[in-house]
């Protein structure tokens, strides 16, 4: 393929006819990638294996079929980055390939150079369908007549019949927009935008509160039980590529909203990080962090259609701290925790905090004047089959509408990876999913209504799936942290 150094468009797919060239386009470059062997690394399944593959779980295995030997996979598959501050940064580089490998072969068909991949905004309030999966993956033939590559079965029913794709929790931006800072660590859990800070990291654990919402919550709604609720089928669904298209312009959403403060991480255990990939033309490519977070600039040079800021008025969330005098600890203070684990079902399950006064370095830095932030912390979250996820609320009155309720909401547990994140053979040894919820607002509001009980917190977690899933999930303790 010719170098093309312009400056690509990644098109919102909704302002695109159903057949824009576009997406037609897409559809024949997948088709094409599919009849590749997986050796072969420009391949649909091999893209997909980067991701992460399970061998035996491989939905389109074909019997006696080679795979690459296993010292290749053990430097191409199986990177995705979770629960980690390389969740941005990794996927960018991810996609920027996968579209290079696309735009070829569509040269390589006879199709127009510069294509760029288009992005699925669902969180658009200006677009009635934006909920809806875009008509191009749920129409059963291309342009061409042939069966259609970006149609999969393995999908929430509602998807392919276009309905609405989850509902407005799961596209909710107002937590992960308002969010402070790239990067927090409370005891080693707690996540900020983009995710708290690790080496390699293969395997979900703390995710920052972009990843949680909406990505996995959206991973969660489009997959059902099928292929995007898991890690290692989810790049085999063509609308993968689309919701991390919609991520990483996310990404871009929340610096420019506010860019003195939402700045990305300057260690350079982060910009020196760098990755194993496969170029368009096959090749063995190692890109570092640095050269991705500008993603108008060479190599990358692309940019979104869109990326104005769906919050715009809204105030960010945290007051930039006051500085703390020197003898004043940063640590996160534990404030409160539950005793024995949580076993959650299909239905409402009601745990209560009994919350102490802080006696150590949150008294003091409350003392000193400093902002407060309070994470409510699932720990050690296991299980599987709670595809749905769950809604967790504070203080929820009982039989309140779910109207009322939702001034209540402390945020989503969201189920993706949650079966990965389990299994003991992974890197954190079964240890699960840590979610922490900034509730700092919703505890402020709550402190202030009538019958405020400063020692008591309700935590509520509803499921919102079928109450037909098998859901068998156990939170090995809720805490609440003063940081
Ligand atoms: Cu690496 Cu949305 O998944």
New binding site residues.
């Given amino acids: 393929m010719p170098d093309d150094d312009s400056l690509k468009i990644r098109k919102d797919v909704w302002r695109l006819a159903t057949w824009d060239p576009v997406l037609d386009w897409y559809a024949r470059a997948v088709a094409d990638m599919q009849t590749r062997p997986i050796t072969d690394p420009t391949s649909w399944r091999y893209q997909a294996a980067v ?1 992460d593959y399970v061998v035996g779980r491989d939905p389109i295995a074909r019997a006696g079929e080679k795979l690459p030997s296993t010292a290749e996979q053990q430097k191409f598959w199986r990177q ?3 629960g980690s501050w390389f ?1 941005l940064p990794w ?1 960018r580089w991810y996609l920027w390939y996968f579209e290079r490998i696309v735009a070829a072969t569509i040269v390589k068909l006879g199709g127009p150079t510069a294509w760029a991949l288009p992005y699925w905004n669902y969180s658009d309030e200006r677009n009635p369908d934006a909920l809806k999966l875009p008509p191009a993956f749920r129409a059963t033939t291309m342009p061409d007549g042939r069966p259609n590559s970006l149609l999969v079965a393995e999908r929430a029913p509602a998807c392919n019949l276009g309905q609405a794709v989850g509902d407005a929790l799961d596209i909710d931006l107002r937590r992960c927009l308002t969010e402070d800072m790239f990067s927090v660590t409370v005891f080693g859990r707690g996540g900020g935008f983009g995710g708290p800070s690790t080496g390699f990291h293969h395997s979900p654990g703390t995710t920052g509160s972009l990843e949680a919402t909406p ?2 919550s959206m ?1 969660s709604a489009v997959g059902g039980d099928g292929w995007m609720s898991a ?1 290692n089928t ?1 790049a085999l669904d063509p609308i ?1 590529w689309l ?2 298209a919609n ?1 990483d312009r996310l990404w871009e959403v929340w610096r420019r909203r506010d860019p003195a403060r939402h700045t990305n991480p300057t260690e350079r255990d982060w910009l020196t990080m760098t990755f194993d990939f496969h170029d368009a033309a096959g090749a063995v490519v190692t890109p570092s962090i640095e050269q991705v977070v500008d993603m108008t600039a060479a190599p990358l040079r692309y940019t979104y259609e869109d990326m104005s800021d769906p919050l715009a008025g809204v105030p960010p969330r945290l007051r930039a701290p006051r500085p703390l005098p020197m003898e004043v600890s940063p640590m996160p203070e534990m404030v409160a925790a539950t005793s024995r684990p949580l076993t959650l079902g299909t239905g409402t399950t009601t745990s209560a905090l009994s919350i102490q006064a802080p006696t150590g370095p949150a008294r003091l830095r409350s003392a000193a004047g400093a902002a407060r932030t309070i994470y409510l912390n699932l720990e050690n979250v296991t299980g599987a089959g709670a595809v749905g996820g769950y809604a967790v609320y504070l203080n929820a009155p009982p039989g309140a509408s779910a109207s009322q309720r939702a001034d209540h909401l402390a945020g989503l547990l969201p189920t ?1 990876g949650l079966a990965e994140a389990s299994r003991p053979d992974n890197e954190h040894g079964g240890s699960g999913l840590q979610i922490a919820l900034n509730v700092t607002d919703l505890v402020s509001r709550l402190e202030a209504q009538p019958g405020w009980d400063s020692n008591r917190l309700t935590v509520e977690f509803v499921y919102r799936g079928a109450p037909t899933d098998a859901a068998t999930i156990q939170v090995g303790r809720v805490s609440l942290y003063y940081a």
């Fill in positions: 991701h995705c980055q979770h969740f996927h990505h996995g991973h890690f989810a993968f919701h991390h991520i993706f």
